[in-house]
């Protein structure tokens, strides 16, 4: 599968994917318009290992919800994902068995080098 899940109101995710120069074979995913489905977030777990790495606990809402003094399980990060788009960290890019979660600069080099090496 070439996939990536990004917001497109997001100025990050556009510059990301602009900065990757995405190749027509990948299938992009705007999860505001349309939502993660469970057996899609099932696909991006057994990517990551888990539920916690694919999470955004920069999300506006994680702060307003206090959920930084809850203690969380994996399935409460799924349940929060397919809840709210802003709690999956974005973008997502999926290049067949690999997963890339994140903006770090380190994440956005590693998929750029996964997608044209």
Same mark, same amino acid.
């Not at 409460?76 to 809840?83: M, Q, S, T, Y």
């Not at 802003?86 to 690999?98: A, H, Q």
């Given at each position: 599968?070439?996939? =990536?899940? *990004?917001?497109?109101?997001?100025?990050?995710?556009?510059?990301i994917? &602009? /900065? %990757?120069?995405?190749?027509?074979?990948?299938?992009?995913?705007? %999860?505001?318009? !349309?939502?993660?489905t469970? /057996?899609?977030?099932?696909e991006?777990?057994?990517l990551?290992?888990?539920? /916690?790495?694919?999470?955004?606990?920069? +999300?506006?809402? *994680?702060k307003?919800r206090?959920l930084?003094?809850?203690?969380?399980? !994996?399935?409460?990060?799924? +349940?929060?994902?397919? !809840? @709210?788009?802003?709690?999956?960290?974005?973008?997502? =890019? =999926?290049?067949?068995? !690999? =997963?890339? %979660?994140?903006?770090?600069? &380190?994440?956005? /080099? +590693? +998929?750029?080098?996964?997608? @044209?090496?």
């Amino acid at each position: 599968m070439k996939k =990536i899940y *990004y917001l497109s109101t997001c100025d990050t995710c556009k510059r990301i994917l &602009k /900065e %990757i120069d995405v190749p027509s074979s990948f299938r992009l995913q705007d %999860i505001k318009n !349309e939502e993660i489905t469970e /057996e899609q977030l099932e696909e991006m777990k057994k990517l990551s290992g888990s539920y /916690e790495d694919l999470f955004n606990k920069r +999300a506006r809402l *994680y702060k307003e919800r206090e959920l930084k003094n809850q203690d969380l399980l !994996e399935e409460n990060f799924k +349940a929060l994902i397919l !809840e @709210h788009y802003t709690f999956l960290k974005r973008p997502v =890019i =999926i290049n067949g068995d !690999e =997963i890339f %979660i994140g903006n770090s600069k &380190k994440t956005v /080099e +590693a +998929a750029k080098a996964s997608i @044209h090496d």
